[in-house]
């Protein structure tokens, strides 16, 4: 997805630094069709991808999700981005169960989608194509460094591969190259979000543009997008882990057929399963990206990206393509620092109230019904003292946890 205000959050606004990340987020948001044409042109190949996003509110969840399009459509008119707010029930291909239709919609037309398995393909036979490019296919065990720089890349069956500057990029495994290598810097933590898409054929019911709810709590919420004339992608689950995992939990998989059958399109009862996509969000300790140059003078980092790597990427791209060849950008990330320690941003009582928002969100998500008495009272007041209590264990006395990192710091993977 090429998304920027759909990733809005209802606390986004409220954090400078949020709103930071909102910014570098939204650079991205122009480039795409041009480069896009670009790629084709070049690699003289179809790279399926459209614009126009509808966002929808619907009762999937609980009511942080119309906090999240709420604070969406009043950043919509804050920036003065394009947008319409439309009649749910003429999105095209939505047609969603009775008690899960929405009851609000808005069109975001610079919103959009992309097929990123042909975008890669065809970003590769340009590569390929370039007398300057060699590809080592291969894995990167370690890096070695001599007298304050690194000087080789080792791999596991090609030996040892050198250049003049190196640029770590291996995503969520960044930490364990980096344990790996003894560079003698002390980077934060880069965790694995385990995510996982399903990929449909749709044939006559396969969507024309993009159709997503806001955020949900813990990830991204629910989205579809069409990836060719006949498929459908829907997504998207997240699970954090410490190590790498290679396949994905079944309840994800059952939340998200059950989601979209039920909030998205009723007639996907019928749709061909083709593949169960699983990807790793490289997700730093506190959230942020790291991009930039270290103090290691010929070593350069880009992962964090977490959740919206791919739409930042022209941006990240021409930052760290400044960094190697004119030594500096006109870009200002300082933010993203890869050396920088762990940005404790979040104000420990927003951040405590943010947990019990989201982990009762996705109680939602996950088939919760209370019962009807005073039961979500109580369970808020129960997660409000678990929540404060992990705050006091690790520390956190004058910072918050980020959401999504509970059970980080919960099992002691970040100190
Ligand atoms: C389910 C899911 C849905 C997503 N949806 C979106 C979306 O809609 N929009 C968006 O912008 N982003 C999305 N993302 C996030 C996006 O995929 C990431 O932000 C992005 O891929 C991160 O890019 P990266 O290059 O840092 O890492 P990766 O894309 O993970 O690439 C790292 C590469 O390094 C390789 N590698 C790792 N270790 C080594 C090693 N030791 N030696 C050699 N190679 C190595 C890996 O094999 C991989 O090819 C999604 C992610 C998931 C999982």
């Given at each position: 997805m090429f998304n920027s205000f759909c990733e809005i959050d209802a606390g986004t606004f409220g954090n400078p630094v949020e709103v930071e990340k909102f910014e570098f987020n939204r650079l991205a948001n122009g480039r795409w069709p041009g480069l896009l044409e670009r790629i084709r042109a070049d690699a003289g190949a179809n790279v399926s991808a459209g614009f126009g996003t509808y966002l929808i509110n619907n009762s999937g969840s609980d009511t942080l999700e119309d906090e999240n399009f709420d604070q969406i459509l009043a950043a919509l008119h804050r920036y003065e981005e394009p947008f319409e707010e439309v009649n749910p029930r003429?999105?095209?291909?939505?047609?969603?169960?009775?008690?899960?239709?929405?009851?609000?919609?808005?069109?975001?037309?610079?919103?959009?989608?992309?097929?990123?398995?042909?975008?890669?393909?065809?970003?590769?036979?340009?590569?390929?194509?370039?007398?300057?490019?060699?590809?080592?296919?291969?894995?990167?065990?370690?890096?070695?460094?001599?007298?304050?720089?690194?000087?080789?890349?080792?791999?596991?069956?090609?030996?040892?591969?050198?250049?003049?500057?190196?640029?770590?990029?291996?995503?969520?495994?960044?930490?364990?190259?980096?344990?790996?290598?003894?560079?003698?810097?002390?980077?934060?933590?880069?965790?694995?979000?385990?995510?996982?898409?399903?990929?449909?054929?749709?044939?006559?019911?396969?969507?024309?543009?993009?159709?997503?709810?806001?955020?949900?709590?813990?990830?991204?919420?629910?989205?579809?997008?069409?990836?060719?004339?006949?498929?459908?992608?829907?997504?998207?689950?997240?699970?954090?882990?410490?190590?790498?995992?290679?396949?994905?939990?079944?309840?994800?998989?059952?939340?998200?057929?059950?989601?979209?059958?039920?909030?998205?399109?009723?007639?996907?009862?019928?749709?061909?399963?083709?593949?169960?996509?699983?990807?790793?969000?490289?997700?730093?300790?506190?959230?942020?990206?790291?991009?930039?140059?270290?103090?290691?003078?010929?070593?350069?980092?880009?992962?964090?990206?977490?959740?919206?790597g791919l739409h930042c990427s022209p941006v990240i791209a021409e930052f760290i393509a400044d960094l190697l060849v004119e030594g500096k950008s006109a870009y200002q990330f300082e933010l993203f620092n890869p050396e920088r320690k762990l940005n404790r941003y979040l104000p420990r009582d927003a951040a405590i109230a943010t947990l019990v928002r989201h982990t009762m969100n996705a109680a939602y998500q996950h088939d919760f019904v209370p019962a009807k008495n005073r039961m979500s009272e109580d369970l808020e007041a129960y997660y409000t003292m678990e929540f404060t209590k992990l705050h006091d264990d690790v520390g956190a006395l004058t910072w918050g946890i980020p959401a999504e990192l509970k059970d980080m710091y919960r099992y002691g993977h970040i100190k």
């Open positions: 003429e999105i095209p291909h939505y047609r969603p169960e009775a008690r899960h239709r929405a009851s609000r919609a808005l069109y975001i037309p610079r919103e959009g989608w992309v097929n990123p398995i042909e975008l890669i393909e065809a970003l590769s036979t340009i590569l390929a194509r370039s007398p300057n490019v060699r590809f080592v296919d291969d894995i990167c065990v370690r890096l070695s460094q001599k007298a304050g720089r690194v000087t080789a890349a080792w791999t596991e069956h090609s030996g040892e591969v050198t250049a003049e500057q190196f640029l770590v990029c291996n995503g969520a495994s960044f930490s364990s190259l980096v344990d790996a290598s003894n560079l003698g810097i002390d980077f934060q933590r880069v965790f694995y979000g385990v995510g996982a898409t399903v990929l449909l054929e749709t044939g006559i019911e396969t969507l024309s543009n993009c159709i997503r709810t806001p955020n949900r709590g813990l990830a991204c919420g629910l989205y579809s997008a069409p990836q060719s004339s006949h498929e459908t992608v829907v997504g998207a689950s997240n699970f954090i882990s410490p190590g790498p995992t290679l396949h994905v939990r079944l309840t994800s998989i059952y939340t998200i057929l059950r989601s979209i059958m039920e909030q998205l399109n009723q007639a996907y009862y019928r749709a061909e399963l083709i593949r169960i996509n699983v990807g790793w969000r490289p997700t730093s300790s506190d959230t942020l990206p790291m991009l930039g140059a270290t103090s290691i003078a010929n070593l350069f980092v880009a992962t964090g990206t977490k959740r919206d």
